[in-house]
């Protein structure tokens, strides 16, 4: 995100000026990011996996980049499911696939056969990090906002 970004740089003209603004940008959100996401080893329906991380953390995962991308397939490696629910759901009444915290879907990772437009649809992700549109009464493991 922006404001990401900007603590990064921040934190770059604090900390060194040796390393080059981008590059330095890259390891800092890349090493910021590990903290911010957490698997929940449970499979769950997207419906209750939303409830749960908006229960007990600060929601299912929105991935609006490549390194938070990146963090969620880390995650996902240690899954006991197949998929891990993430939180990108299609509305049929809109037409389009949509982030349950409002992010724009700007980023996207779908497998080939993946992006599968009907009524009842959520992501999950495999742990190879593509991502594949699945009925959203199928039960994953998920992947939480801290």
């Given at each position: 995100?922006?404001?990401?970004?900007r603590?990064?740089?921040?934190?770059?003209?604090?900390?060194?000026?040796?390393?080059?603004?981008?590059?330095?940008?890259?390891?800092?959100?890349?090493?910021?990011?590990a903290?911010k996401?957490?698997?929940?080893?449970?499979?769950?329906?997207?419906?209750?996996?939303?409830?749960?991380?908006?229960?007990?953390?600060r929601?299912?995962?929105?991935?609006?980049n490549p390194?938070?991308?990146?963090?969620?397939?880390?995650?996902?490696?240690?899954?006991?499911?197949?998929?891990?629910?993430?939180?990108?759901?299609?509305?049929?009444?809109l037409?389009?696939?949509?982030w349950?915290?409002?992010k724009?879907?700007?980023?996207?990772?779908w497998?080939?056969?993946?992006?599968?437009?009907?009524?009842?649809?959520?992501?999950?992700?495999?742990?190879?990090?593509?991502?594949?549109?699945?009925?959203d009464?199928?039960?994953?493991?998920?992947?939480?906002?801290?």
């Amino acid at each position: 995100s922006v404001n990401m970004e900007r603590s990064c740089f921040g934190f770059l003209i604090r900390v060194s000026h040796v390393y080059s603004s981008h590059r330095f940008n890259s390891i800092c959100c890349f090493f910021f990011m590990a903290d911010k996401l957490i698997l929940i080893k449970e499979n769950k329906t997207w419906e209750e996996a939303l409830d749960y991380c908006r229960e007990s953390h600060r929601g299912l995962v929105s991935i609006t980049n490549p390194y938070q991308q990146r963090w969620a397939e880390v995650r996902a490696k240690n899954a006991s499911s197949p998929f891990v629910w993430l939180g990108l759901r299609y509305s049929c009444t809109l037409n389009l696939w949509f982030w349950v915290n409002d992010k724009l879907v700007c980023y996207e990772k779908w497998s080939r056969e993946g992006k599968t437009e009907e009524c009842g649809r959520a992501v999950g992700m495999q742990s190879g990090g593509q991502w594949v549109s699945q009925r959203d009464n199928e039960t994953y493991n998920f992947v939480c906002f801290k």
